[in-house]
Every structure is written in structure tokens, then in C-alpha cells.
Nanobody, 118 residues
Framework: DVQLQASGGGLVQAGGSLRLSCAAS????????IGWFRQAPGKGREGVSY??????????LYVDSVKGRFTISSDNAKNTVYLQMNSLKPEDTAVYYC?????????WGQGTLVTVSS
């Protein structure tokens, strides 16, 4: 049974940093794809970043609004994907979710709240 556990959210001032973690279980962390999404108050869910591993090759993607500020990475030994978020802005405030099994994203973590104060 695939399970995703997101953590690491919190309250931070603008310009600060947070690192989100997505701990995965129930599937082999060899060939995988994990995405980070966010949903701000009153807005729809937005894809933030994506990491995939296939035959040892890692690929990453970022939405334009976070390029240069966010970095996605993985630790296969820990079955965990990280989202390092630097230079945070108030508009980054949202509930952040990790998900697996693209393109339908059939598995979701429970979400972790990131609040960036100005």
C-alpha cells in the first residue's frame, strides 16, 4: 500500500527558508516520480516541482515562480524526497502536498502548511 507522509511546514518570515520532506513507503524507490503541489487559500492546486528517477537518471522540473529559489532532491536510502525552499515570499503561503504516480497522481500525502509572513 503506497503511503506518502509530508512534513516540514511552518511559519517563516519572508526571505527565510524551509525544507519539506515527503517520506514514501509501499513502493520501490528506484524508478519513481514524486511531485510537490501547493494550494493557496482560495486558489486551485498548483504543481510546484517534480523529480523522477529512471534507470539511474534523475530529472527535475520547477514551476517558473519558484525557479532559482526551490530545489527538489531525493534520498533513495531513506525513501524520501525533499523540497528545499529558500527566499520564501508571502505568495508561497499554501498547503504543500507530495504526490506519486503521474500522470494521474493517484497517491497523495496529507499536506503540510507553509505560512510566509511579510
Amino acid at each position: 500500500d503506497v503511503q506518502l507522509q509530508a512534513s516540514g511546514g511552518g511559519l517563516v518570515q519572508a526571505g527565510g527558508s524551509l525544507r519539506l520532506s515527503c517520506a514514501a513507503s509501499g513502493f520501490t524507490f528506484g524508478d519513481y516520480a514524486i511531485g510537490w503541489f501547493r494550494q493557496a487559500p482560495g486558489k486551485g492546486r498548483e504543481g510546484v516541482s517534480y523529480i523522477s528517477s529512471s534507470y539511474g537518471k534523475i530529472s527535475t522540473l520547477y514551476v517558473d515562480s519558484v525557479k532559482g529559489r526551490f530545489t527538489i532532491s531525493s534520498d533513495n536510502a531513506k525513501n524520501t524526497v525533499y523540497l528545499q525552499m529558500n527566499s520564501l515570499k508571502p505568495e508561497d503561503t499554501a498547503v504543500y502536498y507530495c504526490a506519486a504516480d503521474p500522470p494521474t497522481w493517484g497517491y497523495w500525502g496529507q499536506g503540510t502548511l507553509v505560512t510566509v509572513s511579510s
